[in-house]
């Protein structure tokens, strides 16, 4: 049993989903250039797509139609859910789990072929949108092209059994519909790693999402992401994790921002404020010395093991969207957000998203167009520092500042009326809205319940 596998587990438990990997040969490798945020990802935002539940038809070519609405509400950044086979040995639910994958070179066919996933990517590339792919290299399903190739890249028992994945003592996590990949055999590594390679050489994709990340190796990630890079620099690498080393040695442009998500489920619960978000900048964000984090209200896990954001945030939940777009960090949304989605989505069933009106895709189309287009809010080491004014234990403000570019945030992060006195003068449009305000230093400024100001000067 690889030590790697005993880390982190109290960090995970909550969450309930699977993963896996395999080959294909790399092409010559150039110089690596210093490790950065691409410069196309300058100010990025993310769409996580579910592909199973996204339409009816829960298909590659019918989720394809939606491209135009996307790039228009202003996405950039596709990130697909796993989209290869999944394995039908010890699968949960009729359909399984995506993160229970049988072969890494090769699409689910209830989704469609390669063929009609790539003429996605295609599609998606000509209207200048960027796709990178979720990759499970913890474990793999059971049907896994590698139990008969190479059955000794997984984990086994005293009695030479492969085992699915354990916690730090010894015991299953519950992810029964996965085998545990060992890391302390090499040859796994380059597998994986060609594996990878196979779909930016042969499907042209910009990155890739790392499920569970902090559960391999930190020298797998440091060697192979760096041979990624030399392959196509271009590559955007987010991981699933929080590992401080993940960012700071050059392994990840965006990790996760659990955290900060998860005080923002308590701060719309009222079990905490918005000074609270003060301690986790202090305490938490000096912690990565570059990168940076990703933004979200929801997404994947969260809808369907904790509840949708409305579930979860209730009348807050545009107030914590506003939050998560315009913070220091690379915004996420989850398919469904601009209808909204109410509901918690199946994880191991078909259960189509309702699209219907796109409610909300408006609201998020101002705070994406801002983003791409104020310099203020780009993503680290492009945009403006943020810096925190009008201090106050229910109202979270902040002015960020790029070159000729401004932006304030003041957010009443409570569901009661507030008022504040100002120590700054500003004025402009709210974005939100297309209404003047004023701040006037010294005069008193009242929010509604929830109230958000976006404003930019005119």
């Not at 796993?82 to 009729?94: C, E, L, R, V, W």
Request: hydrophobic share 40%; aromatic share 14%; with cysteine.
């Amino acid at each position: 049993m690889s030590i790697y596998k005993l880390s982190l587990f109290l960090f995970v438990t909550t969450w309930y989903i699977q993963c896996t990997g395999q080959k294909n040969q790399a092409s010559p490798a150039m110089e690596q250039p210093s490790f950065t945020l691409p410069e196309w990802a300058k100010n990025a935002n993310i769409y996580e797509v579910n592909i199973r539940q996204y339409t009816p038809e829960g298909t590659f070519l019918a989720f394809k139609k939606h491209l135009p609405r996307l790039q228009k509400m202003g996405v950039q950044i596709l990130w697909f859910m796993p989209i290869y086979p999944i394995s039908d040995t010890k699968k949960k639910g009729s359909l399984g789990s995506y993160y229970a994958v049988t072969d890494f070179q090769n699409t689910n066919p209830k989704f469609g072929t390669f063929e009609e996933f790539k003429s996605v990517v295609d599609e998606a590339h000509q209207l200048g949108m960027k796709v990178i792919l979720d990759w499970v290299p913890n474990h793999t399903g059971w049907d896994h092209v590698w139990m008969k190739t190479n059955p000794d890249f997984y984990t086994k028992n005293d009695k030479g059994e492969i085992i699915d994945p354990l916690n730090e003592r010894g015991e299953s996590m519950g992810w029964t519909d996965v085998a545990d990949l060992n890391y302390d055999n090499k040859a796994l590594w380059d597998s994986m790693k060609n594996d990878m390679l196979f779909w930016v050489n042969e499907c042209k994709i910009d990155g890739f999402r790392q499920d569970m990340a902090m559960l391999v190796p930190l020298e797998f990630w440091k060697k192979t992401n760096k041979e990624l890079l030399a392959v196509n620099p271009d590559l955007f690498l987010l991981a699933e994790s929080e590992e401080k080393d993940h960012i700071n040695q050059d392994c990840f442009h965006v990790c996760y921002g659990w955290s900060f998500h998860h005080i923002l489920n308590d701060i719309a619960k009222g079990k905490k404020k918005a000074s609270d978000l003060d301690t986790w900048r202090k305490d938490e964000f000096p912690k990565i010395t570059k990168g940076n984090y990703m933004f979200f209200i929801t997404n994947h896990d969260e809808n369907s093991w904790s509840g949708s954001e409305i579930e979860r945030m209730g009348e807050a939940y545009k107030t914590m969207a506003v939050l998560a777009h315009t913070y220091d960090g690379v915004p996420l949304m989850y398919s469904g957000q601009e209808e909204p989605l109410v509901k918690r989505l199946e994880f191991f069933e078909k259960d189509t998203i309702p699209f219907a009106k796109y409610e909300n895709a408006g609201f998020y189309e101002k705070l994406l167009k801002l983003k791409k287009e104020n310099k203020a809010l780009w993503n680290a080491p492009y945009g403006g520092s943020l810096q925190r004014i009008m201090t106050h234990q229910d109202i979270f403000a902040f002015k960020r500042e790029k070159d000729d570019n401004q932006v304030l945030v003041l957010l009443n992060l409570s569901g009661k009326m507030q008022k504040i006195v100002p120590d700054i003068e500003f004025s402009g449009v709210n974005v939100l809205t297309g209404y003047e305000t004023v701040l006037s230093k010294g005069k008193e400024f009242e929010f509604a319940p929830w109230q958000a100001f976006v404003i930019t000067p005119k």
